[in-house]
């Protein structure tokens, strides 16, 4: 089982080297999910198969179709020879100044690249032994975060207490990997047409056809999702769900409704600018809550804020606001990918 261990980190190895220096963008795609699947397949030895699952269900399944998707929009796929470059663009990278940027380009990324392989291997070489005893696993913690949560966070669910309250910065850092895919896809699939006639010819292909079954369908259960999702969200702190479970379901809402109704009509209410204020009103809220929260903890000074009774709605001090804050980017940013991948802008 060892050797087998071995061979499977080989081959991780091997892939992370490969698709970094592939200049093919379909076969770097292809390496990245051998990359997921051989991830996955580890995770099953180190019996983590929550980790597998996802591993193989996100990394070599949605990420992969993604970006598949991607490199079709921008053209990187379906010719017969992607490679070859045209006479600008050869002009371009015959220039000087282009082919030292290059070269100062590739010893920078070498160098940053060898610096984090640095420290990833110092800081796994200061973990401790795989089954030892002391592993966070074996030690205090996880007893700290289930006998004292009610007490230190207010939150009757506890999973909600760890992820909000002790290790809060851990999901601000998921919350803002999900604003900056979507922002990367923005950019990469945004249509920037100057012409308004030609732009509104073009979306009038992405309206749906008039379906009656559908829109009275949608009119009825619309609210109703939304209203399930927000139930999720706000009572997250009481219950199974949550953020990023609740604000799945609203996302859910806005595909259906967008379905049903076309763009047109979703718009009035959500848009490209609605969109960036939400996301970056809920981060910025988020961040600076919690960066309070953790000043004042790590001082021991009073934070005045208060948790209220356990087992109500308004209660477990900011838990219950940044929820609402991880749901609102999880429902934007599953409405801003299906939309992008959909008509190229929102």
């Given at each position: 089982?060892?050797?087998?261990?071995?061979?499977?980190?080989?081959?991780?190895?091997?892939?992370?080297?490969?698709?970094?220096?592939?200049?093919?963008?379909?076969?770097?795609?292809?390496?990245?999910?051998?990359?997921?699947?051989?991830?996955?397949?580890?995770?099953v030895l180190l019996e983590s198969p929550d980790l597998a699952i996802t591993e193989a269900a996100v990394g070599a399944?949605?990420?992969?179709?993604?970006?598949?998707?991607?490199?079709?929009?921008?053209?990187?796929?379906?010719?017969e020879h992607p490679d070859e470059q045209d006479e600008t663009t050869k002009e371009i990278n015959s220039r000087p100044?282009?082919?030292?940027?290059?070269?100062?380009?590739?010893?920078?990324?070498?160098?940053?690249?060898?610096?984090?392989?640095?420290?990833?291997?110092?800081?796994?070489?200061?973990?401790?032994?795989?089954?030892?005893?002391?592993?966070?696993?074996?030690?205090?913690?996880?007893?700290?975060?289930?006998?004292?949560?009610?007490?230190?966070?207010?939150?009757?669910?506890?999973?909600?207490?760890?992820?909000?309250?002790?290790?809060?910065?851990?999901?601000?850092?998921?919350?803002?990997?999900?604003?900056?895919?979507?922002?990367?896809?923005?950019?990469?699939?945004?249509?920037?047409?100057?012409?308004?006639?030609?732009?509104?010819?073009?979306?009038?292909?992405?309206?749906?056809?008039?379906?009656?079954?559908?829109?009275?369908?949608?009119?009825?259960?619309?609210?109703?999702?939304?209203?399930?999702?927000?139930?999720?969200?706000?009572?997250?702190?009481?219950?199974?769900?949550?953020?990023?479970?609740?604000?799945?379901?609203?996302?859910?809402?806005?595909i259906l409704h967008v379905n049903a109704f076309g763009y047109k009509k979703t718009q009035r209410f959500f848009n490209?600018?609605?969109?960036?204020?939400?996301?970056?009103?809920?981060?910025?809220?988020?961040?600076?809550?919690?960066?309070?929260?953790?000043?004042?903890?790590?001082?021991?000074?009073?934070?005045?804020?208060?948790?209220?009774?356990?087992?109500?709605?308004?209660?477990?001090?900011?838990?219950?606001?940044?929820?609402?804050?991880?749901?609102?980017?999880?429902?934007?940013?599953?409405?801003?990918?299906?939309?992008?991948?959909?008509?190229?802008?929102?």
């Open positions: 089982m060892e050797n087998f261990r071995l061979i499977l980190l080989i081959f991780l190895v091997l892939c992370a080297l490969f698709v970094s220096f592939s200049k093919n963008l379909l076969v770097s795609v292809v390496i990245f999910m051998s990359y997921s699947l051989i991830m996955s397949i580890i995770w399944g949605v990420t992969s179709v993604l970006f598949f998707i991607t490199l079709k929009r921008i053209g990187a796929i379906g010719k100044a282009v082919k030292q940027f290059g070269k100062f380009y590739k010893g920078a990324a070498v160098t940053l690249g060898a610096a984090i392989i640095f420290a990833l291997l110092l800081m796994v070489s200061n973990l401790p032994a795989f089954g030892d005893a002391d592993n966070p696993y074996n030690n205090e913690v996880s007893e700290r975060y289930l006998e004292k949560s009610i007490e230190e966070t207010g939150a009757v669910n506890a999973v909600t207490g760890m992820i909000l309250d002790y290790r809060a910065f851990d999901t601000f850092g998921e919350s803002c990997v999900l604003f900056i895919a979507a922002a990367c896809v923005l950019i990469l699939l945004r249509d920037d047409k100057t012409d308004t006639t030609a732009k509104a010819i073009q979306d009038e292909k992405f309206e749906p056809v008039s379906d009656t079954i559908l829109q009275t369908s949608a009119k009825i259960l619309f609210p109703a999702i939304l209203m399930f999702g927000i139930y999720i969200l706000v009572n997250g702190h009481l219950s199974p769900g949550g953020g990023f479970s609740g604000g799945a379901i609203m996302g859910a809402g806005l490209e600018k609605t969109y960036k204020r939400v996301t970056v009103c809920a981060l910025s809220f988020y961040c600076i809550a919690k960066s309070y929260s953790f000043f004042t903890g790590a001082n021991h000074l009073e934070s005045h804020i208060p948790l209220g009774n356990a087992g109500d709605i308004i209660s477990s001090g900011l838990i219950l606001p940044l929820n609402i804050c991880v749901g609102l980017v999880v429902a934007c940013t599953m409405y801003a990918f299906y939309t992008l991948f959909k008509k190229g802008g929102m």
